[in-house]
C-alpha cells in the first residue's frame, strides 16, 4: 500500500506512507517516506538502477516460528530470485547509494524464549538507525562498497556510535581501508588490510587471500561490551590494545599487547597462530605463546566482583600484590596442551596439562609456596615444596585420580619430609590415603566415603607408627611424650537410623621411660529421630550413654551441612516456632573405671 506518490523532477519520485504486509496479513514494513531517483535511459536495457535511495522513519518486523522455519520475508527473495532452469527476465535492480534516518527493525524467533539481559540473537529490537552506503559496483567476483556510516541502539544496552569502512575486492585481492568502530566509551580501528590472491579466482573471496603488517589499534572500556557479558557493567577501567596481523596461505598470526590506560595494574603481550582453514571446518589448530600477563590484585578483585557479586573475594588477594603468568597454549584437533608458569611474592608455581578429549593428565610442581604469609599464619605455617599429578576422564563417567607429593612442609617452625597424598574420586566413591614417613612423624591413613551406598557410608582406618611431640615443636599440645596407636572408624546407613563405630587400638606412650595406654577402646553411637544410644567399651573404661537430642546445643545450620553432606540424617528439627520445643535428655551409667 502507498499513501501518496509525488513526482519531484523527471526522475525522482517520493513515495509516502508506505506499507508492506506479508503472506499472513502481518505488517511487514511501514515507512513514512522513501525517495528514490533513477536513471530511465537504463530501464531500456531491463535495469532498474537506483541512483539515490533515502528511507524516513521506517519500521520492520522480521520473525520466523522456529530456528529451521523460514521468514516472513521470504516471499519477496523468492520472487525475486530467476529460477535455474530458464534465464530470468525480470529487471536487473541496483542501488548506488543508500540513505537511512530512524529505522526500527525488530527480529523475532517466535519459539525461543526472550532474554534482554544481553544480545538475544533470536530477539532482536534495533532502534535510532542511522546509516550511509555507497554501493560504487557489486558483481559475482568483485565488489566496491563504502560504508560512511552506521549507528544504532539495542534493547539489551549495545550502542554503536559509527561504524566505517571501505571494502574494494576483485578477483586478485580485496581491500579494506579505514575501518573504525565507536562505543560510547571504546574505539577500534584499523587503516588498511590488503589481501592478495595468488591466482585469479572466479568468484569473490575474501577469506583465502594473504596479507601482511596489517595493524588494528583500541581503546577498551568492559562496561561497553556489557550487551555480551551484562556482569561488566560496573567495569569502568580503559585499556589500550594493539595488535599486528599476517596471513600467509592458511596461517593467520597475530602479536597482542594489552595495557591499563590509567595505571600499570594490567600488562599483556602475546603471540598466536592459527589455522584459519580448519576452524572454517570446525577444527581448531591453535597455537598461543603467552609472553607476559602481570595482573594486580586489586585489578583482578575488581573483575572477581563483577562476574560474582555474591560471593566475597578471597581474603588471599589483600596479602599479594602482583601475579604474574606466562606459558604456552597449543590446540590440535581434540588434544590441548599446556605449559607455564604462575609466580607472585610468595609463590612460585610450575604447570603442565594435557587433555585429549575427555581424558586429563596434569602436572603442577610447587617450586616455593609461603603458605604462612598467604593465608596469614606465618608463626604456625611456613614454605611448602612438592608437586601434585591429576589424571583422570572429565566426561560422563567422571573419574580423577589425584596423587601428591610434599617434599617439605614447615609446621611450627619444624620441615616435615616424606608426605605422601593420594585421592580418587568418582560419584559413587572418593577414596582418600595419606602417608608420612618423617623421622620423627609415620603416619598411614586410608579413608573411604561413599555418598550413594545404603549401608557403609564412611570409612576410615589409621595406624599412628610414631610420633615423637618434642622433637616435632608439639610439646606444648601433647607433652614430651611418644606415641602409638591404631584408629578405625565407620558410619553406616539403614534410614532413618545412623550407626557409628569408632575404635582405637594398641595406644601407647611412652613418657620418661614409662608405658602408658591401653589395648582397645570402642565408641558405638546409634542414632533415629533424635534418640541416640552411644556405648564405650574399653579394658579399662565402660559406659552407655542415651538422650535426646531435638534441638539441643546443635547448631540448625552445621545439621543442615552434615545432612546435605551424607543425605542419610533424619529431620530431626521441627517446623514450629523457635522456643517451643528446645529441649534435651542425656542419662550416662559409668560400670567401669580401672585406669583409676
Avoid at 413 to 441: C, M, R
Wanted: aromatic residues 6%; negative net charge.
Amino acid at each position: 500500500q502507498v499513501g501518496d506518490v509525488h513526482f519531484v523532477t523527471f526522475n525522482c519520485v517520493d513515495l509516502k506512507d508506505i506499507v508492506l504486509l506479508d503472506q499472513q496479513k502481518d505488517s511487514l514494513l511501514r515507512a513514512q517516506k522513501i525517495t528514490a531517483q533513477l536513471n530511465i535511459s537504463d530501464l531500456l536495457q531491463k535495469k532498474l538502477v537506483i541512483r539515490h535511495l533515502d528511507l524516513f522513519n521506517t519500521s520492520c518486523h522480521l520473525y520466523r516460528e522456529s530456528p529451521h522455519s523460514a521468514f516472513n520475508f521470504q516471499f519477496i527473495v523468492d520472487s525475486l530470485s530467476s529460477s535455474d532452469q530458464k534465464e530470468s527476465s525480470g529487471l536487473q535492480l541496483m542501488i548506488h547509494t543508500l540513505m537511512i534516518r530512524n529505522l526500527c527493525v525488530n527480529y523475532d524467533c517466535l519459539s525461543e524464549v526472550r532474554r534482554r539481559d544481553h544480545l538475544d540473537f533470536n530477539h532482536l529490537s534495533f532502534r535510532q538507525v542511522d546509516a550511509d552506503l555507497r554501493i560504487n559496483h557489486v558483481a559475482k567476483d568483485s565488489v566496491n562498497i563504502r560504508l560512511r556510516n552506521i549507528k544504532l541502539k539495542e534493547q539489551c544496552g549495545l550502542e554503536l556510535r559509527r561504524l566505517a569502512c571501505n571494502v574494494v575486492a576483485g578477483p586478485s585481492s580485496a581491500v579494506l581501508n579505514n575501518f573504525e568502530l565507536l562505543l560510547p566509551n571504546s574505539r577500534i580501528a584499523l587503516s588498511r588490510l590488503t589481501a592478495r590472491h595468488a591466482t585469479p579466482q572466479p568468484k569473490l573471496d575474501v577469506v583465502h587471500g594473504d596479507f601482511s603488517d596489517v595493524n588494528l589499534t583500541a581503546e577498551l572500556v568492559p562496561k561497553d561490551f556489557s550487551f555480551l557479558l551484562p556482569s561488566l557493567r560496573t567495569l569502568d577501567e580503559p585499556y589500550s590494545l594493539s595488535a599486528r596481523l599476517d596471513k600467509q596461505h592458511a596461517a593467520l598470526s597475530a602479536a597482542v599487547s594489552l595495557a591499563s590506560r590509567t595505571n600499570d595494574n594490567v600488562r599483556l603481550k602475546t603471540s598466536a597462530e592459527l589455522n584459519l582453514y580448519q576452524l572454517l571446518e570446525k577444527e581448531l589448530n591453535l597455537s598461543c605463546q603467552l609472553h607476559q600477563l602481570e595482573l594486580a590484585s586489586a585489578e583482578l578483585g575488581e573483575w572477581l566482583t563483577a562476574l560474582s557479586p555474591s560471593k566475597p573475594l578471597p581474603p588471599v588477594l589483600e596479602r599479594v600484590d602482583r601475579l604474574r603468568q606466562t606459558g604456552h597454549l597449543q590446540c590440535r584437533g581434540d588434544e590441548l596442551t599446556f605449559q607455564g608458569e604462575t609466580s607472585c611474592e610468595q609463590a612460585l608455581v610450575h604447570e603442565n596439562i594435557r587433555l585429549l578429549k575427555n581424558r586429563i593428565h596434569a602436572l603442577v610442581e610447587v617450586k616455593q609456596l609461603q603458605l604462612g604469609q598467604l593465608l596469614d599464619s606465618p608463626d604456625l605455617l611456613g614454605d611448602v615444596a612438592g608437586q601434585v599429578r591429576v589424571e583422570g576422564t572429565l566426561t560422563h563417567p567422571t573419574a580423577l585420580d589425584f596423587h601428591s607429593t610434599l617434599h617439605d612442609m614447615q609446621f611450627k617452625g619444624y620441615h616435615y619430609k616424606g608426605i605422601e597424598l593420594g585421592v580418587h574420586f568418582s560419584p559413587e566413591e572418593l577414596t582418600a590415603t595419606v602417608d608420612v614417613n618423617d623421622p620423627h612423624l609415620a603416619v598411614s591413613l586410608q579413608g573411604r566415603y561413599r555418598p550413594r551406598s545404603p549401608q557403609e557410608v564412611l570409612n576410615l582406618t589409621a595406624r599412628l607408627h610414631q610420633m615423637q611431640p618434642g622433637k616435632l615443636n608439639l610439646a606444648d599440645d601433647y607433652g614430651e611424650a611418644s606415641l602409638s596407636a591404631q584408629f578405625s572408624a565407620s558410619v553406616q546407613a539403614f534410614s532413618p537410623t545412623l550407626l557409628g563405630r569408632i575404635a582405637v587400638r594398641d595406644l601407647s606412650i611412652n613418657d620418661a621411660g614409662k608405658t602408658y595406654g591401653f589395648d582397645s577402646l570402642l565408641l558405638s553411637t546409634r542414632l533415629r529421630n533424635g534418640l541416640f544410644t552411644t556405648r564405650i567399651e574399653s579394658d579399662i573404661l565402660e559406659g552407655e550413654t542415651s538422650g535426646n537430642v531435638a534441638l539441643a546445643d546443635i547448631p540448625a545450620e552445621l545439621f543442615q551441612m552434615v545432612k546435605g553432606e551424607l543425605d542419610v540424617l533424619p529431620s530431626i528439627f521441627s517446623d514450629k516456632k523457635p522456643g517451643n520445643d528446645r529441649y534435651a535428655f542425656v542419662d550416662f551409667k559409668l560400670k567401669k573405671a580401672d585406669f583409676l
